[in-house]
C-alpha cells in the first residue's frame, strides 16, 4: 500500500508559495493569510521595544470555565474591528483600538442549544455586490453568516437564513453534526469537513464538502472513506468502508490560493485504540490530503500513520512555506503531528522533500488486531519531541519523584517509538498528550525559519473489552495516571519547548523550554517548560509571540535567538494562537484570548473557573 499517491497531473513550474499577510495590518484569518503562516509584517513593535508593552484593554466575555479545550479561538481583525465567538454562544464585535463592544449577536436566536466551534470563525470579504460577512460553524451542523456592519444574520441563505448541514448526513444514524474548526473561505465557497470523534463503528461520514456562500447549496463533496469504483477502495478491508463514522477533521484547513488547493489534515479511524473492523491502512486517517478547491477532485495525499491505532490523528494545519533549492523556491508545507515529527511535504506533489523512511514498529498483543508493521519517519528534521522514554528518563525533580516514577515505569511496557496500547499497562510516547500542538507551525518568510511549540508527555494505558463500537466486540484505551506524587509529569522535563527550524535544510536552529511552574523554579529545579497548546506568531520586526502554557503567561522571543524578551501576566491560560494587527489610528496592537483548556496540567490545581478574557497590549 502506497503511502503517497498523486492524482492528475503533476505540477511542474515551481510557483512562488506562500500567500502573504495582508500589508493593511489585518488580521482577517485565524493564520492572518490563506497559507496559515501566522506571519505579520507589522515592525512597530521590536525586539528593542518590546520590553515596553503595557496592557492596551481587556474585554471580559462574562464566561467562565470552557471545558476540556477552553477557549481557545484567535480573533480576527478587519478594518479597525476585532470579531470572536463566545463561549456563551455569542459572536462579538469589539472597536480594536480600545475594546468597546459594537455588537453583539447571539447564536441561540438561531440555535438554542447550539455554539460556535471552538476554533474560531472566518471572514468573507464579499464583493460589490455583497457586503462583508463573518461565516461561522457550529457545533449542532450549522453555517451561519452575519453582517460585519451591524450582526445582522444574513438571511437568504438557505431555508431559514443558515445551512445545516445535518440534511443528507445524519438521517440513518441520527445524533448530531459537529464542527470544530471554521470553514475554509475560498472565492465564494465555505470548504468544511465535520468532527466525527473518537469512537464507534457506525455513523456519520466525515465527508469534506464545499457550500456556496451565496445561495447555502453544496457544491462537491470528498469522500474521506473511499467508495466502490473510487481511488484507493479497499484499504478499509471488505466491509469496513461501510456505514463507516468519520474520518473527519476537527482543525482548521489551510489554502494555497495561487495553487487553486485547499488541504486538510484528517482525523483518525475509530475505534480510537482497536482496529479489528477496519483492516488495512485506512485511507484517508491520519493523513493530509489536497484537494481542488473548486472541485473537491483529489491532487494527492501523505498518510502519517497507517492503521492507526494511536489516537495519532493530523492535529494541526499545515503550515504553508517556501524551501530554497538550486536557485529556485520549492513551494512546501510543514506538517506538525502528535508523534512529535514535523513532514515537509511538496504542495504541488506531497513528495518529501527531506526524505522519508517506512522504520517497523512494536507489534500489538490485542486479539483480532494487528499493527502496521512499518510507519513513516521523516530523515528530517529529527524528532522535534520525545518519541520513546528508558526508565533513566524518569523525572528527577526530587528523589521522592525519581523514586515513584521508576516505580510506576517498571510496571508497564514502553517498546519505544510506536508502541501500541496493549492488553497489560503500555507507555505511549509522546501520546495524543505530546508532540505537536493543535495550531500547527508557524514560518517567517524573510528568515527562512519554522516555529513549532511541543510538549514531551507520555500516556500509560491498557486495552479492556468495550461495546463502544455498537454492534461488534472491541477493546478501548483505559487512561493510567503517569505522574508523580505531586501530580507533575513523570517524565524527564523539559515538558514544553518552543523551537525553530530551518526551511532550507531542516536543521533545529534553536529550542528553549516554554512555560515555568515557579514553585519548582523556587525549588532550585531548572525551567521544566509546562504542557501546552494554541501557538506562536512572527512578525517582520523580529518577534515571536506565543500564550498557550499553563502558567497564564504572554511571552515574546527574539525570532532568530530564541531569547526571551519579555512576558507579562494574564487572568486565564492563553491556550490559544494569539493575532497582532494595526488599529485605525496606525498604532500596532498584540492580542491574545486568556481561557484556560489544559487545567488538569495547571499546579496546584484550580479552585474556580477562571474567566474568558481578551486582552491587548500595545506601546506606551
Same mark, same amino acid.
Given at each position: 500500500?502506497?503511502?503517497?499517491?498523486?492524482?492528475?497531473?503533476?505540477?511542474? &513550474?515551481?510557483?512562488?508559495?506562500?500567500?502573504?499577510?495582508?500589508?493593511?495590518?489585518?488580521?482577517?484569518?485565524?493564520?492572518?493569510?490563506?497559507?496559515?503562516?501566522?506571519?505579520?509584517?507589522?515592525?512597530?513593535?521590536?525586539?528593542?521595544?518590546?520590553?515596553?508593552?503595557?496592557?492596551?484593554?481587556?474585554?471580559?466575555?462574562?464566561?467562565?470555565?470552557?471545558?476540556?479545550?477552553?477557549?481557545?479561538?484567535?480573533?480576527?481583525?478587519?478594518?479597525?474591528?476585532?470579531?470572536?465567538?463566545?463561549?456563551?454562544?455569542?459572536?462579538?464585535?469589539?472597536?480594536?483600538?480600545?475594546?468597546?463592544?459594537?455588537?453583539?449577536?447571539?447564536?441561540?436566536?438561531?440555535?438554542?442549544?447550539?455554539?460556535?466551534?471552538?476554533?474560531?470563525?472566518?471572514?468573507?470579504?464579499?464583493?460589490?455586490?455583497?457586503?462583508?460577512?463573518?461565516?461561522?460553524?457550529?457545533?449542532?451542523?450549522?453555517?451561519?453568516?452575519?453582517?460585519?456592519?451591524?450582526?445582522?444574520?444574513?438571511?437568504?441563505?438557505?431555508?431559514?437564513?443558515?445551512? /445545516?448541514?445535518?440534511?443528507?448526513?445524519?438521517?440513518?444514524?441520527?445524533?448530531?453534526?459537529?464542527?470544530?474548526?471554521?470553514?475554509?473561505?475560498?472565492?465564494?465557497?465555505?470548504?468544511?469537513?465535520?468532527?466525527?470523534?473518537?469512537?464507534?463503528?457506525?455513523?456519520?461520514?466525515?465527508?469534506?464538502?464545499?457550500?456556496?456562500?451565496?445561495?447555502?447549496?453544496?457544491?462537491?463533496?470528498?469522500?474521506?472513506?473511499?467508495?466502490?469504483?473510487?481511488?484507493?477502495?479497499?484499504?478499509?478491508?471488505?466491509?469496513?468502508?461501510?456505514?463507516?463514522?468519520?474520518?473527519?477533521?476537527?482543525?482548521?484547513?489551510?489554502?494555497?490560493?495561487?495553487?487553486?488547493?485547499?488541504?486538510?489534515?484528517?482525523?483518525?479511524?475509530?475505534?480510537?485504540?482497536?482496529?479489528?473492523?477496519?483492516?488495512?491502512?485506512?485511507?484517508?486517517?491520519?493523513? &493530509?490530503?489536497?484537494?481542488?478547491?473548486?472541485?473537491?477532485?483529489?491532487?494527492?495525499?501523505?498518510?502519517?500513520?497507517?492503521?492507526?491505532?494511536? /489516537?495519532?490523528?493530523?492535529?494541526?494545519?499545515?503550515?504553508?512555506?517556501?524551501?530554497?533549492?538550486?536557485?529556485?523556491?520549492?513551494?512546501?508545507?510543514?506538517?506538525?503531528?502528535?508523534?512529535?515529527?514535523?513532514?515537509?511535504?511538496?504542495?504541488?506533489?506531497?513528495?518529501?522533500?527531506?526524505?522519508?523512511?517506512?522504520?517497523?514498529?512494536?507489534?500489538?498483543?490485542?486479539?483480532?488486531?494487528?499493527?502496521?508493521?512499518?510507519?513513516?519517519?521523516?530523515?528530517?528534521?529529527?524528532?522535534?519531541?520525545?518519541?520513546?522514554?528508558?526508565?533513566?528518563?524518569?523525572?528527577?525533580?526530587?528523589?521522592?519523584?525519581?523514586?515513584?516514577?521508576?516505580?510506576?515505569?517498571?510496571?508497564?511496557?514502553?517498546?519505544?517509538?510506536?508502541?501500541?496500547?496493549?492488553?497489560?499497562?503500555?507507555?505511549?510516547?509522546?501520546?495524543?498528550?505530546?508532540?505537536?500542538?493543535?495550531?500547527?507551525?508557524?514560518?517567517?518568510?524573510?528568515?527562512?525559519?519554522?516555529?513549532?511549540?511541543?510538549?514531551?508527555?507520555?500516556?500509560?494505558?491498557?486495552?479492556?473489552?468495550?461495546?463502544?463500537?455498537?454492534?461488534?466486540?472491541?477493546?478501548?484505551?483505559?487512561?493510567?495516571?503517569?505522574?508523580?506524587?505531586?501530580?507533575?509529569?513523570?517524565?524527564?522535563?523539559?515538558?514544553?519547548?518552543?523551537?525553530?527550524?530551518?526551511?532550507?535544510?531542516?536543521?533545529?536552529?534553536?529550542?528553549?523550554?516554554?512555560?515555568?511552574?515557579?514553585?519548582?523554579?523556587?525549588?532550585?529545579?531548572?525551567?521544566?517548560?509546562?504542557?501546552?497548546?494554541?501557538?506562536?506568531?512572527?512578525?517582520?520586526?523580529?518577534?515571536?509571540?506565543?500564550?498557550?502554557?499553563?502558567?497564564?503567561?504572554?511571552?515574546?522571543?527574539?525570532?532568530?535567538?530564541?531569547?526571551?524578551?519579555?512576558?507579562?501576566?494574564?487572568?486565564?491560560?492563553?491556550?490559544?494562537?494569539?493575532?497582532?494587527?494595526?488599529?485605525?489610528?496606525?498604532?500596532?496592537?498584540?492580542?491574545?484570548?486568556?481561557?484556560?483548556?489544559?487545567?488538569?496540567?495547571?499546579?496546584?490545581?484550580?479552585?474556580?473557573?477562571?474567566?474568558?478574557?481578551?486582552?491587548?497590549?500595545?506601546?506606551?
Amino acid at each position: 500500500m502506497s503511502r503517497l499517491r498523486v492524482c492528475g497531473a503533476a505540477a511542474t &513550474v515551481l510557483l512562488l508559495a506562500v500567500v502573504r499577510a495582508a500589508p493593511s495590518g489585518d488580521w482577517p484569518a485565524f493564520g492572518n493569510d490563506p497559507g496559515g503562516t501566522k506571519f505579520s509584517p507589522l515592525t512597530q513593535i521590536t525586539p528593542a521595544n518590546v520590553s515596553r508593552l503595557t496592557m492596551a484593554w481587556t474585554y471580559d466575555t462574562g464566561d467562565r470555565g470552557g471545558g476540556f479545550r477552553g477557549w481557545s479561538i484567535t480573533p480576527l481583525v478587519v478594518d479597525g474591528v476585532m470579531y470572536f465567538p463566545t463561549m456563551g454562544a455569542r459572536l462579538v464585535a469589539l472597536n480594536a483600538e480600545t475594546g468597546a463592544e459594537l455588537w453583539k449577536f447571539d447564536l441561540k436566536s438561531v440555535s438554542p442549544s447550539g455554539r460556535f466551534s471552538p476554533r474560531g470563525i472566518s471572514y468573507w470579504p464579499g464583493d460589490s455586490q455583497t457586503p462583508a460577512r463573518i461565516v461561522a460553524t457550529t457545533t449542532d451542523g450549522l453555517i451561519v453568516q452575519v453582517q460585519t456592519k451591524n450582526g445582522e444574520l444574513v438571511r437568504g441563505v438557505g431555508e431559514k437564513g443558515f445551512v /445545516d448541514l445535518k440534511i443528507g448526513m445524519t438521517e440513518k444514524f441520527g445524533g448530531g453534526y459537529n464542527v470544530a474548526a471554521p470553514p475554509a473561505i475560498v472565492g465564494d465557497l465555505a470548504i468544511l469537513a465535520p468532527a466525527t470523534g473518537e469512537q464507534g463503528r457506525y455513523g456519520v461520514a466525515g465527508d469534506i464538502r464545499a457550500f456556496n456562500l451565496r445561495t447555502g447549496q453544496e457544491t462537491w463533496r470528498f469522500h474521506t472513506v473511499p467508495q466502490p469504483g473510487e481511488a484507493n477502495f479497499g484499504t478499509w478491508g471488505l466491509q469496513g468502508w461501510q456505514d463507516r463514522r468519520g474520518p473527519g477533521s476537527w482543525v482548521n484547513m489551510t489554502v494555497d490560493v495561487a495553487n487553486n488547493l485547499v488541504f486538510v489534515p484528517m482525523g483518525q479511524p475509530t475505534d480510537q485504540n482497536f482496529g479489528n473492523s477496519r483492516p488495512g491502512a485506512n485511507l484517508y486517517s491520519s493523513s &493530509v490530503i489536497a484537494l481542488d478547491a473548486r472541485t473537491g477532485a483529489l491532487k494527492w495525499y501523505f498518510q502519517m500513520t497507517h492503521h492507526d491505532i494511536y /489516537d495519532w490523528d493530523a492535529n494541526a494545519p499545515p503550515t504553508l512555506i517556501d524551501v530554497p533549492r538550486n536557485g529556485t523556491k520549492i513551494p512546501a508545507l510543514a506538517q506538525s503531528t502528535k508523534q512529535g515529527l514535523l513532514f515537509i511535504l511538496n504542495r504541488l506533489t506531497g513528495e518529501p522533500l527531506f526524505g522519508v523512511e517506512e522504520r517497523p514498529v512494536p507489534a500489538l498483543d490485542a486479539l483480532g488486531d494487528k499493527t502496521w508493521p512499518t510507519q513513516p519517519f521523516p530523515l528530517k528534521p529529527p524528532p522535534l519531541s520525545r518519541v520513546s522514554m528508558t526508565r533513566d528518563e524518569v523525572s528527577k525533580i526530587s528523589p521522592a519523584t525519581e523514586k515513584a516514577c521508576q516505580a510506576l515505569y517498571d510496571t508497564m511496557v514502553q517498546s519505544g517509538p510506536y508502541t501500541p496500547y496493549g492488553m497489560v499497562p503500555s507507555l505511549v510516547f509522546p501520546s495524543s498528550e505530546g508532540g505537536g500542538s493543535w495550531s500547527g507551525a508557524s514560518y517567517d518568510p524573510a528568515l527562512g525559519l519554522i516555529f513549532v511549540n511541543t510538549r514531551s508527555l507520555g500516556t500509560a494505558g491498557e486495552l479492556r473489552p468495550s461495546m463502544s463500537s455498537g454492534l461488534l466486540p472491541s477493546f478501548g484505551k483505559v487512561k493510567i495516571p503517569f505522574d508523580d506524587p505531586d501530580g507533575y509529569p513523570c517524565s524527564a522535563p523539559p515538558w514544553g519547548e518552543l523551537m525553530a527550524i530551518s526551511a532550507e535544510t531542516a536543521d533545529i536552529v534553536w529550542r528553549v523550554p516554554l512555560g515555568e511552574y515557579k514553585e519548582l523554579t523556587k525549588r532550585g529545579v531548572p525551567k521544566t517548560g509546562t504542557p501546552n497548546a494554541g501557538g506562536p506568531i512572527v512578525t517582520a520586526s523580529g518577534l515571536l509571540f506565543i500564550g498557550s502554557t499553563t502558567d497564564a503567561t504572554f511571552r515574546a522571543f527574539d525570532s532568530k535567538t530564541g531569547r526571551e524578551l519579555w512576558s507579562s501576566p494574564l487572568p486565564n491560560d492563553a491556550i490559544a494562537t494569539p493575532l497582532t494587527y494595526l488599529g485605525r489610528g496606525g498604532r500596532q496592537y498584540v492580542a491574545t484570548v486568556a481561557g484556560g483548556g489544559l487545567d488538569n496540567f495547571v499546579k496546584p490545581p484550580l479552585e474556580a473557573p477562571r474567566g474568558n478574557v481578551v486582552v491587548a497590549f500595545k506601546l506606551p
